[in-house]
């Protein structure tokens, strides 16, 4: 199935590499929704007329399920077209969340779907209306037959989720999964007519019920997730700071921040440079990392610069001193930005510090452990002021900059 669905992306979808375009991705979207719907339509009127004809509550709910999904396959349509619009006055930053909300409505239309299923089926378990002398060997050839081809769809739908890093398209894959499953309890069922254990068709429109409403929980979990705001990959985080820092006179990098809407990602950070430079070197700096970034990795960036003084007389004495007692905190991932500030009697440490990801970041637990890292240093260091900040969990640096 893989090598059939690149053939069909190639001979169907022009630019079809360029996966991050909106407009491709509508593409991609729109092969594989008209697939589903027309698929689909066939098979519920397939699976509706055998399940009428022989009086099979879960059948007749596994034809309804089946059209489920080309009504969530039309969703996803107008979810991909809407996602390719590009930003307009209301909405700058485009509109490529649209795919995860069309995700959202497929899944609250299965877990409605799989409720009214539910209530159905437990009626049928005490009033059975199965018809045992219905079913037929051809019958059950039909039915194998679709779920064969139900999962072949399923297939097709995450092929080319996986194609374009799409959660829409993988939401679609366990909606016709989840289909493909429940047509085997169909069978189940029907096999319990047959030795006259009717109540089985009911108990089988419970499973298939429970199947659509747990697919339907899936595809909430994973659209709402990019709604509110999912955390970057690692991968993602080291290409920012891997692309910064080959600039020449970026000393380090920290406070990555990635705010994604659709396939447009918005990202700031922090530079560390040498604060021997006059502004108008640091400010091109800045610019050079920004066109960097929105060149290799195809974001909108903003560099924030943070100036150093590692030629102070005291800066080697205060970044061991921190480095080791910070080490010695297992809640404490590492420390940067440290700009010393004055000379004698009136030095002033300024950094950050980064925690670990199991740490909660509530006031409480920051606090305590501000407190106790200001402590700590005041014994190593008792004549310099020290100023303490906390990364916010959104904010994402690599230990390895120490």
Not at 349 to 362: G, K, P, Q, R
Request: neutral net charge; charged residues 25%; aromatic residues 8%.
């Amino acid at each position: 199935m893989k090598a059939f669905t690149h053939w069909l992306v190639r001979k169907f979808i022009p630019d079809y590499g360029d996966t991050e375009n909106p407009v491709v991705r509508a593409r991609y979207g729109f092969l594989e929704a008209m697939t589903s719907i027309l698929i689909n339509l066939l098979l519920f009127a397939v699976k509706g007329v055998l399940g009428i004809m022989i009086g099979s509550v879960a059948l007749i709910a596994d034809a309804i399920h089946t059209l489920s999904d080309s009504g969530t396959s039309i969703i996803i349509l107008i979810g991909f077209r809407i996602a390719k619009k590009p930003g307009d006055r209301e909405h700058p930053f485009g509109h490529g969340r649209a795919e995860p909300i069309a995700a959202l409505i497929v899944a609250v239309i299965l877990t409605v779907t799989g409720i009214e299923l539910l209530k159905s089926s437990g009626i049928r378990i005490w009033q059975p209306q199965i018809k045992p002398g219905q079913i037929s060997g051809s019958i059950i050839i039909i039915l194998i037959g679709t779920i064969v081809i139900k999962e072949l769809l399923a297939r097709f739908a995450r092929e080319l989720g996986r194609m374009i890093n799409s959660k829409t398209l993988e939401a679609d894959f366990w909606h016709h999964r989840s289909d493909a499953f429940s047509t085997l309890f169909v069978l189940a069922a029907m096999a319990g007519a047959y030795y006259d254990y009717k109540y089985v068709d009911g108990v089988a429109g419970i499973i298939v019920a429970l199947i659509v409403i747990y697919s339907g929980y899936i595809i909430a979990r994973d659209a709402i997730s990019p709604l509110l705001g999912e955390r970057p990959s690692k991968k993602l985080i080291y290409l920012v700071e891997e692309t910064a820092r080959s600039l020449k006179g970026v000393q380090g990098v920290h406070d990555v921040i990635v705010h994604r809407y659709g396939q447009m990602n918005l990202i700031s950070l922090h530079i560390e440079v040498d604060d021997t430079q006059s502004v108008h070197e640091l400010h091109d700096l800045s610019e050079q990392v920004e066109e960097l970034l929105e060149h290799q990795l195809d974001c909108s960036a903003v560099v924030h610069i943070d100036p150093l003084n590692k030629d102070h007389e005291r800066y080697q004495e205060i970044h061991d001193a921190i480095r080791i007692i910070t080490g010695q905190d297992k809640r404490i991932s590492g420390f940067h930005d440290l700009r010393i500030v004055g000379h004698g009697g009136r030095t002033k440490a300024i950094f950050d510090i980064t925690l670990n990801e199991n740490v909660s970041h509530s006031r409480k637990e920051t606090e305590d452990i501000v407190r106790q890292l200001y402590t700590s240093l005041t014994g190593k260091l008792p004549d310099i002021r020290l100023v303490i900040k906390t990364e916010p969990r959104y904010a994402y640096t690599r230990p390895a900059d120490n």
